[in-house]
Structure formats: structure tokens, C-alpha cells
């Protein structure tokens, strides 16, 4: 996710960081760089120069030049700036900012309606919207509007059966308009407070597609009008957002494939081109996949300075509370058991990929690649572990070599591979009820790790 920009970036701010004093020259330098990063990345012309000329304004003021650690001054800048391109973190009356949805009360039915080209991920977008909405606690309603595409009903019923949402769709409809009047009624009836619309797309803008979607506007008076872009087309995409605000008007912008996208132009150039708020991305094929846009963390990913609190999020999302403390009673009386290790492979499944929990600790971006993580080797435990009944997960020591043939046969790997896992299982359930234990002895832990820096030394 935005690897280029991060590593070019990176490079650059190594020309101030960490120096006692810095110069004009070492600014100049530092702010090139990051200009032909942002070049690169493939951000508007016009953003750039902006970016370039109010950073140079700043960083050479009396603050930075004689500051008493003039390097971080100069990131803190970047840092700034970079957080006021991605979006607005200032909060209205109602302590929301720009990317926060603006619906109704649970009492009255909010109207978002999805824009977007055909290919940009505006059916899929819906559904993982949905989700996020149904997670938070609202009640949403799926509506098939758009009756261009072929299958695109039916893909958003299957959608929506996924993710346990209701789907309105008409088959054989020709009118949008009337097909939307039809589902706010069975919403009234039905207690629904979100209507999330799947509008007509087109491989390219026209005046029908235009026209439509006026009329449909006209009609559902939505409180939110979301465009959805793919951010692989950079600038392509800016000007998309562009042309629907000018024609339609929008809310906010959904950027999709952001978890592949290297440059990140889309991103840092939507809000001062079009004025609108980057609201969500898309980070991946399943339903889950869908974060909410932070320009400030974002921003710190682009530093390369990690971003713990989404880092925490995601696994609060998947972890339970409960669950976790019986787990680390279970790891102090070394009853872990294989069962337990499959749950736990199952939920860092849940977090994301494993690439993109990297990038979120501060200084990991860029370190490690998709390569140095050996994935197969995962999928190898799980499929093993998965193999297995719930008796001998219970007890591995029950598994004998009759027991291990069988394993590997349903696993498709070896009996030895099957052999190293339960010692690397033997291993791990031991390092655990220690670590358990350091945990609650500080002086204990001090003094292991003394016995190890001896222990190396030797």
C-alpha cells in the first residue's frame, strides 16, 4: 500500500533526520526529493507545487532552522502537510470530521447513494459498506438500481446473502426511479434506517448515465452521494471525481484496490482537486475488507512512522476480550492447546493480510516484503490443524503414527511435517506459560534477560 511513495519519502526525510542543525541547503534538497516522490506517485501537477512551496515557506522560518531538534521539526511539517492533502481532521459541532458519514438518527431512513463507472468496484463497495453499518449497529437495505450491467442484481444479492443484509432488486425493471420508491416502502415497513443504492454504471460518462442518476437523485434525496473509484488510475480517477461532482455533486469518494496500490496519487490529490473528503478505501476481495479513511494515520504510513491505533482496531474487531483473558490462563497453566492455536491462526486471518499488519508497525514499512513472509508455511499449519479431529486437538499427545498418516493424507503434506509441527507446538506451549509468567514478574524478566545477554556472550 502505497510502497513507492513510502520508500522515496523515506529517502528524503534521511536528509534532515536526526542532524543537531540544519541548513537552507539541507531543506532544498529534502523537499526535491519528496517533490519528484510525489511526481512519481503520480499526484496532480498543481497539488505538488502547492505541496512544495508552502512546505519550503514553512521549514525555513526561525522555528525549524533554530529549533532545538530542527529534523523532527521538519518532519512534523511533512507530517502536516501531508495530513491536509489526504482530508479535513477538523470536528464540526457534533464532534464529526469530513470522512465521517453524515446519516439520520436510527429513527429516520439516511439515503447513500453509490456512483461510480462500471469496473470500479461500486457493487462490491455497497455490500462492504453494508457490513460496516450493520457492524456499528444501523439496520441497512441493499437496493439494485443498477439495471444496466448484466448479473449486477443478482451480484449484489449474493452480496448481500453473505453478509446478511436484505436486497431489494426487481427483475426485468426498467425504471431506476420506480424501483428505489419500491424499496423505501419496505423500509418504512420494515424498520430500516440506511438505504445504501447501487446506481447504473458505463464503461465511460455519458449524458443517459447523467441523466439517470439526476433523476434518481432527484428522487431519494440522499444524505450521502459516494463515488467509487478504482485508485489504480491515479489522476484518471481525480478527474472522474471531478466530472460527477460537477455533474451530480458528491459527498465523499470511496477509493477501491488501495491495498495495490504503490503510488497513492489518487489519494493526495482527490481533496484539493474536487473538494471532497476521502471517505473510505477498499483493502482487499472479502466483505471486511473496507477501512475508514484516516488522513492523519495515513499520513504516518506514508512516513513510514507505522499506525498502531488501526493496527489495535483490527484486532479488537476480531478479538474478544473474554476470550483473550481465558486464553492467557490457559497459556499460564500450559493447557494451550492445538485448538486453541487454530482459533488463533483463524483470527489474524480476519485482521488482513499479513503485508498490511507490517506496514501499520512504526518502522516495519518497507522492511519486510510479501516474499519474506512465508505464507505457505500457514496455510501448511492450518490445513493440518484443520485435519485433525477436536479429540486430538484437545490432547495432541494422543497422536501417534497411525493418527499422524492420517493427518498428513487430509492435510496433503508429510507425516514428518505433521512431526514438526506438534514439536513446534511443544515448543511454543512452553515459551508461552514463561512468557505468561515474566508478564506478571518484572524483576523475574529482568533477570532472564540478563541470563540471556550472559548466555550470548559466552
Not at 533526520?17 to 512519481?40: F, H, P, Q, R
Not at 464540526?92 to 469496473?119: E, F, R, W, Y
Not at 475508514?292 to 476480531?318: C, N, T, W, Y
Amino acid at each position: 500500500m502505497l510502497d513507492k511513495l513510502t520508500a522515496k519519502i523515506s529517502d528524503a526525510l534521511r536528509i534532515v533526520s536526526g542532524k543537531a542543525t540544519i541548513t537552507e541547503k539541507n531543506i532544498d534538497d529534502a523537499v526535491e526529493a519528496i517533490k519528484l516522490a510525489l511526481l512519481e506517485a503520480d499526484v496532480n501537477l498543481r497539488v505538488v507545487r502547492r505541496f512544495v512551496n508552502s512546505t519550503i515557506e514553512e521549514a525555513k522560518g526561525e522555528k525549524v532552522l533554530r529549533s532545538v531538534d530542527p529534523g523532527q521539526q521538519f518532519i512534523k511539517i511533512v507530517h502536516d502537510k501531508l495530513t491536509g492533502y489526504l482530508g479535513d481532521t477538523t470536528l464540526n459541532a457534533n464532534g464529526q470530521s469530513a470522512q465521517d458519514l453524515q446519516l439520520k438518527g436510527p429513527d429516520t431512513i439516511s439515503v447513500i447513494l453509490m456512483l461510480g463507472l462500471q469496473g470500479s468496484g461500486k457493487t462490491t463497495s455497497s455490500a462492504k459498506l453494508a457490513l460496516r453499518l450493520k457492524k456499528d449497529g444501523r439496520k441497512p437495505l441493499l437496493v439494485a438500481c443498477d439495471l444496466v450491467r448484466p448479473a449486477a442484481m443478482e451480484q449484489l444479492a449474493v452480496l448481500g446473502t453473505q453478509i446478511s443484509v436484505p436486497v431489494h432488486k426487481e427483475d426485468g425493471a426498467k425504471d431506476s426511479v420506480a424501483v428505489f420508491k419500491n424499496a423505501w416502502n419496505w423500509a418504512q415497513k420494515n424498520l430500516i434506517d440506511t438505504v445504501i443504492v447501487d446506481t447504473t454504471g458505463r464503461l465511460q460518462i455519458d449524458e443517459p448515465m447523467m441523466e439517470e442518476l439526476a433523476r434518481l437523485k432527484n428522487a431519494a434525496k440522499p444524505d450521502e452521494l459516494l463515488l467509487v473509484a478504482d485508485s489504480m488510475t491515479g489522476q484518471s480517477a481525480v478527474d472522474i471525481a471531478k466530472t460527477f461532482d460537477e455533474k451530480i455533486g458528491l459527498s465523499g469518494v470511496i477509493l477501491t484496490k488501495f491495498d495495490s496500490d504503490t503510488r497513492g496519487g489518487a489519494a493526495l490529490s482527490l481533496k484539493t482537486i474536487t473538494g471532497k473528503p476521502l471517505k473510505f478505501v477498499g483493502t482487499g476481495e472479502k466483505p471486511e475488507d473496507f477501512e475508514v479513511f484516516h488522513p492523519e494515520r495515513m499520513a504516518s504510513r506514508i512516513l513510514g512512522m507505522g499506525d498502531v491505533v488501526s493496527l489495535v482496531e483490527k484486532a479488537q474487531e476480531v478479538i474478544d476480550q473474554k476470550e483473550a483473558e481465558v486464553l492467557r490462563k490457559k497459556m499460564e497453566k500450559e493447557n494451550f492447546t492445538l485448538e486453541d492455536w487454530l482459533d488463533q491462526l483463524r483470527s489474524m486471518k480476519k485482521m488482513g493480510s499479513l503485508q498490511s499488519m507490517l506496514e501499520m508497525i512504526p518502522g516495519m514499512s518497507g522492511q519486510i516484503s510479501e516474499e519474506d513472509i512465508d505464507k505457505a508455511e500457514l496455510k501448511y499449519q492450518e490445513a493440518i490443524l484443520s485435519s485433525m479431529t477436536r479429540k486430538e486437538r484437545a490432547n495432541h499427545l494422543i497422536i501417534g503414527p497411525t493418527r499422524r498418516s492420517r493427518i498428513a493424507r487430509g492435510s496433503g503434506t508429510s507425516v514428518a511435517e505433521v512431526g514438526r509441527l506438534l514439536k513446534k507446538f511443544e515448543k511454543m506451549r512452553t515459551m508461552m506459560k514463561k512468557m505468561s509468567k515474566l508478564s506478571r514478574n518484572p524483576a523475574a524478566a529482568q533477570s532472564m534477560f540478563s541470563k540471556m545477554g550472559q548466555f550470548q556472550g559466552r
